[in-house]
């Protein structure tokens, strides 16, 4: 990886950070020729600080260090794309990024649902939960309201009715995590092999 610090009379070039997990921008950078190094051979992200003119490594005060799990150069070679798995907050402020915004994917909301889905299926016993009940009820019955939800899906793709459509997916979405969870799967299981798939193309 060949990257040129003589463009900056400091030699530093820009370190834009993000979540390697939800793809989110958490804070800008700086790194010259040693804090590079330092990142690389201690596998946290460590920055030049202007301010303190100093080598200065992301949470060694904090305790919130940025993981590093991949560097990338530009294509003029003179900016870093650093993707990092953050330990706790990333602003010195104590929010997720330095923009005040939450570090979160919609993939996040699905991992929530899986953990309920999971808490159901270890608690079947549970009267009042829906869930539970179809896994009380077993992988024909689970397998059922996959297939009648999908069949649901299908004929409101048909109509103009967007909402119900929306409805209807998400009814199926959803019986299908409990049909994954039944099986011994999640939903990251699927994914991977979406991405082995696309990689091959």
């Known amino acids: 990886m060949k990257i040129d610090f003589s463009k900056d009379k400091d030699g530093l070039v820009p370190a834009i950070i993000q979540d390697a997990e939800t793809k989110n921008v958490l804070m800008l950078g700086y790194m010259n020729e ?14 030049f600080s202007r301010s303190k003119q100093r080598l200065w490594t992301k949470g060694e005060e904090s305790g919130n260090y940025l993981n590093l799990v991949d560097l990338k150069v530009d294509c003029d070679k003179d900016t870093l794309l650093v993707t990092v798995n953050p ?47 179809l896994f009380r009820s077993g992988m024909n019955k689970i397998a059922q309201k996959v297939g009648e939800e999908a069949v649901e899906v299908v004929i409101e793709a048909k109509d103009e009715n967007d909402e119900l459509f929306l409805n209807e997916s998400a009814d199926l979405l959803f019986h299908y ?4 969870q039944a099986k011994g799967f999640k939903l990251g299981d699927v994914i991977q092999i979406l991405e082995k798939r696309h990689s091959k193309k």
């Open 34 to 47: 040693e804090a590079l190094e330092k990142t690389k051979a201690s596998g946290k992200v460590t920055f």
């Open 87 to 133: 330990q706790g907050p990333t602003c010195h402020k104590g929010t997720d990024t330095c923009w005040g915004e939450k570090n979160v994917s919609e993939m996040s909301f699905l991992n929530q649902l899986e953990e309920v889905i999971s808490d159901r299926r270890s608690n079947p016993e549970n009267e009042k939960s829906y869930v539970a009940s």
């Open 177 to 180: 995590l409990i049909l994954l």
